[in-house]
């Protein structure tokens, strides 16, 4: 690097007072967050990632990795599979099941606290730098704390401040930058989980197998994910029907004859999906992932949203770091927005409707997935990755019109939908 460059360099990463100032700031250590600070540190900026768990740290998460997760991943990641899938038993409420298999792999099984671990030690490879218990309460883009208008401030509980030229808020679903954006949400759910450990006989009567269950409740649903010696057992419903999810989990449980096995680990969590007029940005501040509410609205899949939107905020970031005033910052921010909504925010809508029908008519979703091979089909190149629920609607009409038609609500409906 020439001294010329060295001191424009210099001159970027301090504020007057001397304090370093960072191109890009990244709130929160999970996919998005990683996958953000990565794409900033491999465009050769100063990145700094900020968590505010230790790692590895556990995160409430059934861990399937589909197609689309799998190719965003930074090249060379080598994914920590537990199992591939290789077959799915359907059943409605514990009732008729059955099984669908495929020769190839449908998608795979990791575990989340050691997955995220390797991301955001790819992030650190790239040259992210990485600082641990470090909870962010706010940020600040205006007022005493912020040295100029191209700064924004980022507030640590404890009152420790660190400067950066823009932020990335990929904080999860109880998002504090989410909250500083302004994201407007339109679909809040609880995910609710236990990890356990099972002997050998039962662990080797899941391998490769999965099992999704159509829950008693509208939109919900029920799934095993074995890992090993350990199986990933979860419902996730509506929130505001906590005690109803509780119940389904432990008949579901019950029902599999795990009962009796102790969980490692019994966890819940929100997730979150936004509205499609919600901002994604605020001046220098971008959110990605669960923060941002970008999630499968239908299967609530979120690790290739997190994974997708986190690269794209890390890009963007980049230029907004590289803005030299508001305007320009704010084209920049704009740009990002527009690259979400043309590609997740697409696939969002289309999971809506999809979600709509499902809520109003799951035998329908049974029996086209246990008994229709064309269904079948689009379910397994869906979770590899060959294809997309947006492509099918688009390269078939009638599956178009068929959503609308098992999507149209019942007289009165509407006012039943305003209370989920
Ligand atoms: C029950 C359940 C099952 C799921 N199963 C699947 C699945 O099988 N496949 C799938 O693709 N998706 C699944 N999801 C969704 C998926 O878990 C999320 O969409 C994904 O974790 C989002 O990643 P993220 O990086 O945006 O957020 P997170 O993974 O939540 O990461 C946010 C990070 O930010 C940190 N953080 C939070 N607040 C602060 C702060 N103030 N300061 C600093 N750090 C902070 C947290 O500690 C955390 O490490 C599931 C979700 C639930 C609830």
Known sequence: MSSENSSADDERRTADDGQRVWDVVVVGGGPAGASAAYAAAVAGRSVLLLEKAELPR??????????????????????PFRDRVHAVTFSMDGKFARTRRSRNMLFGLINRPEFDQQLVEFAQKA????????????????????????????????????????????????????????????????????????PETVAEDWQGRVLIDWGPMPGSYGWVFPKGDTLTVGVISARGEGAATKRYLEDFIARLGLAGFEPAISSGHLTRCRAEDSPLSRGRVLVCGDAAGLLEPWTR???????????????????????????????????????????LGVEMSVGKRLLGAFER????FHAGLTGLRPVWKAFAGITRGSTTLGEIIRSHPMV?????????????AEAAEGER
């Open 58 to 79: 556990y995160k409430t998460c059934g861990g399937g990795i589909i197609g689309p997760s799998r190719d965003a991943l930074p090249p060379g990641f080598e994914l």
């Open 127 to 198: 040259g992210a730098e990485l600082r641990t218990g470090a909870t962010v309460s706010r940020v600040e883009q205006h007022g005493s704390a912020v040295p100029d208008r191209r700064t924004v401030a980022v507030v640590l509980q404890g009152g420790e401040t660190v400067l950066a030229r823009a932020v990335v808020g990929a904080d999860g679903s109880a998002s504090r930058i989410g909250a500083h954006v302004g994201v407007k949400l339109d679909q809040v759910d609880l995910g609710l989980e236990a990890e356990i450990p099972v």
């Open 301 to 343: 899949e979120g690790i290739s949203f997190a994974l997708r939107s986190g690269r794209l905020a890390g890009e963007w970031a980049v230029r907004i770091a590289e803005a030299h005033d508001a305007v320009d910052a704010r084209r920049q921010a704009l740009n990002y927005a527009f690259a979400i909504k043309a590609g």
């Open 361 to 364: 008519r799951p035998g329908m």
């Open 400 to 412: 178009g019109r068929a959503l609308t038609t098992l999507d149209r609500r019942p007289e009165g």
